[in-house]
Nanobody, 114 residues
Framework: QLVESGGGLVQAGGSLRLSCSLS????????MGWYREAPGKERELVAV???????HIQDSVKDRFTISRDGATNTVVLQMDNLKPEDTAVYYC??????????WGQGTQVTVSS
């Protein structure tokens, strides 16, 4: 029900745009977020955009990443600029409603070369 796209290989300083579409559910009921999991590390929250549009972005990326949502296409987008090698990870889309029903995407690999 969550389909991600947009990962890939990029050089340091480059940009990537991750998209995630929610299907089969009412998009406006869900807070949408992106997590990432680097090798040997725990999965961590990168950014979240709540139902009302407020956002929270991890401090380490808040000057470089933005998150947005589009109710017309049921899509959440993570725009990642000025990427660094430490941003290399598998990025997962997450959706959660007020009843704590949640879903995960399959993950998309982001690799940043130095």
């Amino acid at each position: 029900q969550l389909v991600e796209s947009g990962g890939g290989l990029v050089q340091a300083g480059g940009s990537l745009r991750l998209s995630c579409s929610l299907s089969g559910r009412t998009f406006r009921y869900y807070a949408m977020g992106w997590y990432r999991e680097a090798p040997g590390k725990e999965r961590e929250l990168v950014a979240v955009i709540r139902r009302g549009g407020t956002t929270h972005i991890q401090d380490s990326v808040k000057d470089r990443f933005t998150i947005s949502r589009d109710g017309a296409t049921n899509t959440v987008v993570l725009q990642m600029d000025n990427l660094k090698p430490e941003d290399t990870a598998v990025y997962y889309c997450h959706a959660e409603n007020v009843y704590a029903h949640d879903y995960w995407g399959q993950g998309t690999q982001v690799t940043v070369s130095s």
